[in-house]
């Protein structure tokens, strides 16, 4: 699908969120388009469930607006809210029913639910079907709760630290089930992680959170190709700017007087005399895009 002429799963402008006097979200704007994948970061704290429950009109707003679908996050119907698939960090089971009767329950809700997908992954997560949800394990009521949001097929599927609660092996089988079953049907998906290496490995675009904004989103494997750190002297540094018409992301001034840039486009970049030009890492990234 052409993302520059489907219309925009999810549409976000000018919100501002706050409890009580605090602010979170401050003139936030973010869209999403069709069957992209984004990993969101951003430290503790920084408003990334906010972000998330906001998205989906789980969070009031002080102002601004969300659209999913082209609809008013607001006043969404059964037929839009059918089409999102949801895991929060904090599990909402209800603890006092089986996961076979859970997931009669909400099947109820969805007319794309498909049985087999989630008959498969019970099986496969060895998730027993007759014990109370009560009795399960951190891990496994996870696991259920990726269930209950996969087994409908969704267009947007929204995950808020969907494998925080896994051993490492579960989170590889989660990761394989999201790039196998979920990215391949165009299914646009975020999610966030504090976790970077399980980010690397299906993240097709990262979006970092900081002081209230989405301060840039791109693809990942593009920002990591062409993104450097450049240091040198302030004048030589924005004359090279200039040049080459580079974007500046962060500026820094160094304890020696120089000062130290990070900055895109800048694949052809290459030392100079008083000039070091390094690549970077995710966390790279992650440490100077979410001060």
């Not at 951003?42 to 972000?51: E, F, M, P, S």
């Not at 082209?70 to 603890?95: C, E, K, M, N, T």
């Not at 997908?117 to 496969?124: C, I, Y």
């Not at 949001?149 to 599927?157: G, I, N, Q, S």
Request: zero cysteines; aromatic letters at 6%.
């Amino acid at each position: 699908m052409n993302d520059e002429i489907a219309s925009p799963t999810a549409v976000v402008e000018g919100l501002h969120v706050a409890y009580g006097q605090q602010e979170v979200l401050r003139g936030l704007a973010w869209r999403l388009q069709p069957g992209q994948v984004v990993g969101l970061l951003g430290r503790n704290g920084a408003g990334k469930t906010t972000l998330l429950e906001s998205l989906l009109g789980l969070r009031e707003a002080r102002s601004g607006t969300v659209q999913l679908f082209g609809h008013d996050v607001r006043s969404l119907g059964d037929a839009q809210r059918a089409r999102i698939g949801y895991v929060p960090q904090q599990s909402d089971l209800f603890d006092w029913l089986t996961p076979a009767q859970l997931l009669a329950y909400f099947r109820s809700f969805y007319p794309r639910w498909n049985e087999a997908k989630a008959e498969g992954l019970l099986s496969r997560w060895d998730i027993a079907r007759d014990k109370p949800i009560a009795k399960l394990s951190g891990g496994q009521k996870q696991r259920l709760s990726i269930v209950r949001a996969l087994a409908h097929d969704p267009d947007l599927l929204v995950l808020d630290e969907p494998v925080a609660g896994l051993d490492p092996a579960g989170r590889r089988d989660f990761l394989r089930e999201l790039v196998e079953r979920v990215i391949d049907r165009g299914t646009t998906v975020v999610f966030s992680t504090h976790i970077l290496s399980d980010l690397e490995r299906v993240a097709f675009n990262v979006a970092f959170l900081a002081a209230g904004r989405i301060v840039l989103q791109a693809p990942l494997d593009e920002l990591l190709d062409a993104t450097r750190r450049i240091a040198g002297p302030a004048a030589q540094l924005e004359s090279l700017r200039r040049r080459h018409g580079l974007e500046v992301l962060r500026s820094t001034p160094l304890p020696d007087g120089r000062l130290q840039m990070l900055v895109r486009d800048a694949e052809a970049l290459a030392p100079q005399a008083a000039l070091s030009v390094d690549s970077v890492t995710l966390e790279d990234l992650f440490m100077d895009l979410t001060q």
